[in-house]
């Protein structure tokens, strides 16, 4: 493989980045100090620095199939803890998007092989909201509402963890759930009711006691 395209493409980047502000790399090397946690998918094309505008040091980012948020995943939870304890986040956002392969994957009845345990955690999502779902004749619109489902459930994972209830009290920390319409280049906001979704339950999760 010729990676040549990638290193001239490189130093381009590099030489505009210089034009603009001679001391751009200095000023990068001093530190991070994002204001957002973003949360996404692994897919290739669904990149949250494109998609949201964003220049370097200003999102710290997690990537995994189908944007998922799991107790035991020890990379996403170093990941999440970092992002809030020690570098202080405001806002982190869940941002899934349509035409998902691992949803996709998830609601095909077939032996995914290593893959089982981790689709089996969207499965569960189905699960939880069977009815609604089931409920949509049309299939395509069953499967992007699921995408949309699964971002809820992944929030909701957010918030059960103690790093995220602690500082949402100290300091008002934020969580948002996004689907990126990879139809139209568009972010939508899902206007998630957390407040609804979590009074019957909050009390099981609450660790702040």
Request: hydrophobic share 40%.
């Amino acid at each position: 493989m010729n990676f040549d395209k990638i290193f001239k493409n490189n130093e381009k980047w590099v030489a505009e980045k210089l034009s603009v502000d001679p001391d751009y790399f200095k000023n990068l090397s001093k530190g991070q100090q994002p204001e957002y946690l973003y949360i996404g998918c692994s897919d290739s094309r669904v990149t949250a620095e494109d998609l949201m505008g964003a220049n370097p040091g200003e999102v710290f980012i997690h990537r995994n199939i189908a944007n998922m948020v799991i107790s035991i995943d020890l990379n996403m939870m170093s990941v999440l803890n970092y992002a809030v304890r020690h570098l202080k986040v405001k806002h982190i956002i869940v941002c899934g998007h349509y035409e998902c392969g691992g949803v996709k994957a998830a609601m095909t009845p077939a032996d995914m092989g290593i893959l089982n345990p981790w689709l089996r955690n969207i499965r569960d999502v189905y699960r939880l909201h069977q009815a609604e779902l089931d409920g949509i004749e049309d299939s395509s619109k069953r499967y992007n509402r699921l995408i949309e489902l699964n971002v809820q459930e992944q929030c909701v994972n957010l918030i059960k963890t103690a790093a995220v209830q602690e500082a949402y009290k100290e300091r008002g920390l934020s969580v948002q759930g996004w689907v990126f319409d990879i139809h139209t280049g568009k972010i939508i906001d899902l206007n998630i009711d957390f407040a609804g979704i979590l009074k019957g339950i909050m009390k099981i999760y609450d660790l702040s006691k």
